[in-house]
């Protein structure tokens, strides 16, 4: 699960928002790039917290 949030979090920040402003569309291209930003983020959150208080 940490592995697939953080793979989408790469492609919303890195990858669409290039596609997103191809368009034209550059509002959606930053608010594509925060969103990849916050998976990544969470992603790495998630498996700290994961890795000190197993269950």
Known sequence: MFVLVFIVGIYEAFIEPKL??????????????????FYILTGIIALILRILFPM
């Open 20 to 37: 997103l402003e191809r368009k034209g569309l550059y509002k959606d291209s930053k608010v594509c790039k925060s969103v990849g930003v």
